[in-house]
C-alpha cells in the first residue's frame, strides 16, 4: 500500500497547481485523474476579478479581493495570500520557459472572437491586449477554412470598440494538401501548420505586405501547441509587429498549453499523476478521511494519505452531480444546499449583469477550506476543498475561474505544508 | 396603398392553409402574422399527426376528419411527415372496457388498429414498460409543424398567395358596417400602414378574442396551456399512446434523433408558453407508465404553447371543451366580411381551411372548387438534383437538406456550394446544416433573427442547444451586407436566450452542464454580457 502525503483528487488548473506548491516544499503528492478535464478546454487565461458585484470593471483585482463579501472563496484567503498564489503561478512560467505578462493589481483587456474585450489578469505573451491598444493600426487576420473564428465579425466590433484605430482584415489561405471533407480544421490544425516550416513560410508571405508601420495583428489561437515563444517572437521579429491571440471556444490551443506547463512542471518537481482513477467515495473515521476509493472496470482500489485536496471541479466537471431539486459532491457525499424547485436556481434570463444563482452553488467551506456538512461540521478535518467546488461565486460573470482555483488550491496547499 | 381581396390574419396552421386554398383558387390573399410563422402553437404541439385513434371513442365525427386528412397529408406534404405509424399501449391502470369500445370505434371510423403480441411490441419498442398489457398498430405519424407551415406558404406563393411575418394588426377599418381594410405595424421598422381589402379572416387561435376586440367584437377563446418535454433520445420509433380516454402526458412522438412527451393542460392567457419544473415531473410520473425508464433520458428542453379551444358557454373548461372549429361570421355582429376562426387541430388544418374559404368564396361570389388535396406542397427533388446534392453535402446532411428545403431551394443551396466549396462546413452538427444553407435562408427577406433561421433550418435543435452553432451562426450572418444583422450582442443573446428558456425548468443532470459550457463560452471567454471599457 502506497500512502501520500497529499493526495489530491482532479488534474484540472487547481489540482495540479495545489500539487506544484506542495511539491515545492517537500511534500509526496499523488493525483487521482479522470477524463481529460476542462483544462484543455478553457482559455488558457487566469481571470481573477474582472467585474464587481455591480457589474463595473475592476482596475486593481487585488484591492477587490480585500473587500469581497465573506461568502465568497476569496474572503476565505485574503488578498495577501492571493498574491503569493499569482506569484508563485507567474514564477512556474517564468521556470517552465513559457512567461506569463500581467500583474496581481490590475486587469489587462483581451479581445474576444465575437470582437468585444474582456478583463484578465494574466496571460501568456501570445494575448496581450495591450499592444492592440498601443497599435495604430489592427489587421485582424482568419483562416480561410477554419472553423469557429469569423474575421468579419471581429474586425467589425473591434473597429466599433476601438474608433480611433484603421482595423482591417486579411483571409490567410491555408491551402491543406489533404481533402477537407475528411473533418473540420480546427484552431488547433492551424497552429500545427504554423509549426511547420512550409505552413510558416507561407503564412509570412501572406500576411508580410499588409503589415503596416505600428500595427498589431488580430488572430485566433494558433501560435504554437506547447507551452513557448518560439513562432510569436520569430513572427513578432519578421513582420515587426505584435500579434495577439483573442478569447475564443474550444478546441483551445491556449488552455492545452497551459496544461502541458503545469503538467510538465509537476512532473519534475516529482508529482505522481494516476490517470483512469475515478474516485467515487471515500473512508471516513473519526472525523479524518483515510483514504478515497476509485472504482475501475473491474475493482475498487484504496489511495492513503495523510491529508486530502478535492479539486474535482464543479458541475461541468463532474465535480458536482446536479438532481432534481438536489446537488450532491459524490467523493465526500455532502450535500449542497439548494432550492427544492428547479426555476429557482436561475434568473429569467441567462445573460446579465447578475451573478447566476446556480453558479453559486458549491461546497461550504470554513476559513480553512475545509468542508462543511449542511449541519454545519466539518466533513473532515484533514480534507481540503478548491476550486469550482466552492460555494460562493460566478466565475462568468466575476471573470474569477482561473484566479479563484489558483489562490485557494495555493491556501489549501500551504496550509498542508504548515504555512499559514 | 397596398390592395388585396383577403387579408388573413394569423401565420399558423390555420392561417397559412387559408391563404393556400384562396390563392389555388384565385382568389387574391394576403397574410399578416405578428411574429414568425408558427411562432406561436403550430409547433408548441407534439407534432403529431393525428391517426383519429385518440378521438375514436368520443368524437367519431373528429376521428374520421383525422384519419381522412391524415391520408391526405401524407401524401402533399410528404417532405414534413415521417410515417412512423403509431403504437396504442394498455396499462394495468386502464380500462379493458374502454380497449374493447375503442377497437370497435376505431372500425366504424375507418382507422385500421391492428393488435399485436406483447412480445412483437416489445420487439418493435424495446424501450415499453414490461407492465404494459395490451398493444395495437394504428397509423399515426411525426409531423414537423414549422416545415408544413412554410412549404404550405411556398405552394401558396406559387399562386400568388404572400405572407407577412412580424407584421401586427393594429386595427380593422370597417365602412359602413363593411370590412374596408387593416391597419398594420412593421415591428421592425415600426413603420404603421394600411392593407385594403374587402373580407377579413382573423385566423389567431388563442388570440383571436384580442384580434377580433379590434373590431369591437367578442369571441370567446379559452386558452388551455399544454407544456411538452423533447427528450434528447429517440425513444421510440412509432408514435406511442395510452389506450385510456384522452388524458395528460400520454403521447410519445418521436422525431429524427429526440421524443417529444406531451401534454398537460392548464387554463391560462393565450401568450403564456412558460413551464414549471411541477408540470414537467408531473408529467415525467404519468410517462413513466409508458416507458418506466423515462428518469434516465436526458431531457433536451420544454416548451409549451396554448389550444385555442373555443366555446359558446364562458364557463367550460380545459380539456372538456369542444375541440371542433367554428368559423364565425361576424356579419352576426354588425360587421360584414370579417370572420374569426378558432379551435381545430393542426392534422386537419386543411379541411378547416376548406371550409372556411367555401364560406368565405361563396361571399365573394367565387366558384372555384378547392384544390389544396390534390397538389403536393412543395416539389421534391429530382433524382439528377439529389445526385447533385449527395456530391457536394456532408455525410447524410443531402436528405435531411432536400426533405427542409423542397425543390427550388435545394437548388439554390446546391449552386452556393458548387461555387464556394467551403459552404459546405456544418455550422449545426446536431442536425446537419449546412453555412450554405444559412447564408440562402438569412438572405430571405422573412428572417429577422437567428431564431428565424432555426425554425426553418433546425439550426440549434439538437444536443448541444445553440452552444456551438450560436457563433457559428451569427458569425455567418453577422456581415455588413445583411440588413438584419448588424447587433452581434442582440443577435447572440436572442438565440441563446430562447434556448435557455426551455432549459431553466428543467436544470438539473447534463442539462445544468450543458448550461455551464455556454456560459463558460458566451459570458467567461467571449464575454457577452460583459461592459467593455477599454484602457
Known amino acids: 500500500m502506497k500512502k501520500s502525503d497529499i493526495l489530491i483528487i482532479g488534474n484540472g488548473i487547481s489540482g495540479l497547481f495545489a500539487a506544484c506548491v506542495a511539491a515545492d516544499k517537500g511534500k509526496k503528492v499523488q493525483i487521482l485523474s479522470y477524463g481529460a478535464g476542462t483544462l484543455t478546454i478553457g482559455g488558457g487565461i487566469i481571470d481573477v476579478l474582472g467585474y464587481t458585484d455591480e457589474g463595473t470593471p475592476v482596475a486593481d483585482p487585488m484591492q477587490a479581493i480585500a473587500a469581497m463579501d465573506a461568502k465568497h472563496p476569496y474572503a476565505k484567503v485574503g488578498a495577501d495570500t492571493a498574491k503569493k498564489a499569482l506569484d508563485t503561478f507567474l514564477k512556474i512560467t517564468e521556470e517552465e520557459g513559457f512567461p506569463y505578462i500581467g500583474s496581481a493589481n490590475e486587469n489587462i483587456w483581451l479581445p474576444t472572437a465575437i470582437g468585444n474585450f474582456k478583463p484578465s489578469c494574466l496571460v501568456p505573451r501570445t494575448m496581450n491586449g495591450k499592444a492592440l491598444i498601443a497599435a495604430k493600426n489592427i489587421l485582424v487576420i482568419g483562416f480561410d477554412t477554419m472553423k469557429d473564428f469569423y474575421a468579419d465579425m471581429a474586425t467589425k466590433n473591434i473597429a466599433k470598440r476601438l474608433p480611433d484605430k484603421n482595423v482591417e482584415q486579411l483571409i490567410v489561405e491555408l491551402k491543406f494538401e489533404y481533402e477537407r471533407d475528411l473533418r473540420d480544421i480546427s484552431a488547433m490544425d492551424v497552429a500545427r501548420w504554423l509549426e511547420t516550416e512550409a505552413g510558416y513560410r507561407s503564412f509570412v508571405d501572406q500576411v508580410k505586405s499588409h503589415v503596416k508601420p505600428d500595427t498589431a495583428i488580430v488572430l485566433p489561437p494558433v501560435l504554437g501547441l506547447d507551452p513557448n515563444y518560439k513562432i510569436l517572437d520569430t513572427l513578432e521579429k519578421e513582420l515587426d509587429c505584435a500579434l495577439v491571440e483573442v478569447s475564443s471556444l474550444p478546441p483551445a490551443v491556449t488552455g492545452t498549453r497551459l496544461t502541458k506547463m503545469m503538467t510538465a512542471y509537476a512532473k519534475k518537481r516529482g508529482v505522481q499523476i494516476i490517470e483512469k482513477a475515478r474516485v467515487v467515495g471515500s473512508e471516513i473515521i473519526d472525523g479524518k478521511c483515510q483514504a478515497v476509493i476509485t472504482e475501475g472496470f473491474d475493482r475498487q482500489r484504496k489511495f492513503y494519505a495523510d491529508q486530502f485536496i478535492l479539486a474535482t471541479g464543479g458541475v461541468y466537471g463532474g465535480g458536482l452531480v446536479a438532481k432534481i431539486g438536489a446537488m450532491t459532491e459524490p467523493v465526500f457525499n455532502i450535500d449542497i444546499d439548494v432550492p427544492k424547485v428547479q426555476t429557482e436556481w436561475s434568473h429569467k434570463d441567462l445573460f446579465g449583469d447578475k451573478k447566476q444563482i446556480f453558479a453559486q452553488f458549491g461546497v461550504n467551506v470554513n476559513s480553512e477550506l475545509t468542508p462543511l456538512a449542511a449541519d454545519g461540521k466539518e466533513v473532515a478535518s484533514n480534507v481540503k476543498v478548491v476550486g469550482r467546488s466552492l460555494a460562493g461565486y460566478d466565475f462568468c460573470v466575476e471573470k474569477s475561474g482561473n484566479g479563484v482555483a489558483l489562490i485557494t488550491a495555493y491556501k489549501a496547499a500551504a496550509a498542508f505544508c504548515g504555512e499559514a | ?535
Open chain 2, 1 to 535: 396603398m397596398l390592395k388585396t381581396t383577403v387579408v388573413v390574419i394569423g401565420g399558423g396552421a390555420t392561417g397559412v392553409g387559408i391563404l393556400r386554398d384562396l390563392s389555388m383558387r384565385g382568389v387574391d390573399a394576403l397574410l399578416v402574422e405578428r411574429d414568425d410563422l408558427g411562432y406561436w402553437t403550430s409547433s408548441r404541439f407534439h407534432g403529431l399527426l393525428h391517426s383519429g385513434g385518440r378521438y375514436a371513442v368520443k368524437d367519431k365525427e373528429a376521428a374520421k376528419e383525422c384519419i381522412e386528412e391524415n391520408t391526405i397529408l401524407r401524401k402533399i406534404g410528404k417532405q414534413c411527415v415521417e410515417a412512423t405509424e403509431s403504437i396504442f399501449v394498455r396499462a394495468p391502470e386502464d380500462s379493458e372496457e374502454f380497449e374493447a369500445e375503442w377497437v370497435k370505434s376505431c372500425k366504424e371510423c375507418g382507422i385500421y388498429a391492428v393488435p399485436m403480441s406483447m412480445d412483437e411490441a416489445f420487439k418493435l419498442e424495446p424501450n415499453l414498460s414490461r407492465k404494459l398489457l395490451s398493444a395495437y398498430r394504428c397509423p399515426g405519424a411525426a409531423v414537423d409543424g414549422f416545415r408544413l407551415l412554410w412549404q404550405t406558404v411556398a405552394s401558396a406563393n406559387k399562386y400568388g398567395g404572400k405572407a407577412k411575418t412580424y407584421t401586427e394588426v393594429i386595427g380593422i377599418e370597417t365602412v359602413n358596417g363593411e370590412v374596408a381594410g387593416v391597419h398594420v405595424r412593421d415591428r421592425w421598422t415600426g413603420e404603421e400602414y394600411k392593407i385594403a381589402c374587402d373580407y377579413v379572416i382573423s385566423a389567431t387561435g388563442s388570440f383571436a378574442g384580442n384580434v377580433a376586440h379590434l373590431a369591437g367584437i367578442d369571441v370567446n377563446v379559452k386558452p388551455s396551456k399544454g407544456t411538452l418535454i423533447a427528450f434528447n433520445h429517440r425513444i421510440c420509433n412509432h408514435v406511442v399512446h395510452r389506450l385510456h380516454p384522452s388524458s395528460d402526458a400520454d403521447i410519445f412522438v418521436p422525431h429524427g434523433s429526440i421524443t417529444i412527451l406531451g401534454t398537460s393542460s392548464i387554463d391560462s392567457a393565450p401568450d403564456d408558453t412558460s413551464s414549471e419544473t411541477s408540470e414537467v415531473l408531473d408529467m415525467m410520473n404519468i410517462g413513466k407508465v409508458t416507458f418506466e425508464n423515462l428518469y434516465d433520458y436526458r431531457i433536451l428542453r420544454v416548451f409549451a404553447g396554448t389550444r385555442p379551444l373555443y366555446s359558446a358557454d364562458p364557463n367550460a373548461k380545459g380539456r372538456s371543451a369542444s375541440r371542433g372549429f367554428v368559423a364565425l361570421d361576424h356579419a352576426h355582429d354588425g360587421i360584414k366580411h370579417f370572420m374569426s376562426v378558432c379551435g381545430g387541430k393542426f392534422t386537419t388544418y386543411r379541411l378547416m381551411a376548406e371550409k372556411v374559404c367555401d364560406i368565405v368564396c361563396e361571399q365573394l361570389g367565387v366558384n372555384t372548387a378547392c384544390r389544396t388535396a390534390e397538389e403536393n406542397l412543395v416539389d421534391g427533388p429530382s433524382d439528377d438534383l439529389m445526385n447533385r446534392a449527395k456530391a457536394v453535402f456532408p455525410s447524410y446532411g443531402a436528405e435531411l437538406a432536400a426533405s427542409r428545403l423542397g425543390n427550388e431551394k435545394l437548388e439554390r443551396v446546391i449552386k452556393r456550394i458548387e461555387s464556394r466549396p467551403e459552404t459546405k462546413e456544418l455550422v449545426c452538427e446536431c442536425e446537419n446544416v449546412t453555412l450554405a444553407e444559412i447564408e440562402e435562408i438569412a438572405s430571405e427577406p422573412s428572417s429577422h433573427t437567428v431564431s428565424d433561421l432555426r425554425r426553418r433550418t433546425r439550426l440549434g435543435m439538437g444536443t448541444c442547444q445553440g452552444t456551438f452553432c450560436a457563433y457559428r451562426s451569427v458569425g455567418a450572418v453577422d456581415k455588413d451586407d445583411m440588413p438584419w444583422a448588424k447587433d452581434t450582442v442582440f443577435l447572440f443573446k436572442e438565440f441563446l436566450e430562447t434556448r435557455w428558456k426551455g432549459i431553466r425548468p428543467v436544470l438539473w443532470g447534463n442539462m445544468l452542464r450543458d448550461i455551464e459550457l455556454t456560459r463558460a463560452i458566451y459570458d467567461a471567454a467571449l464575454n457577452l454580457s460583459g461592459v467593455d471599457e477599454i484602457k
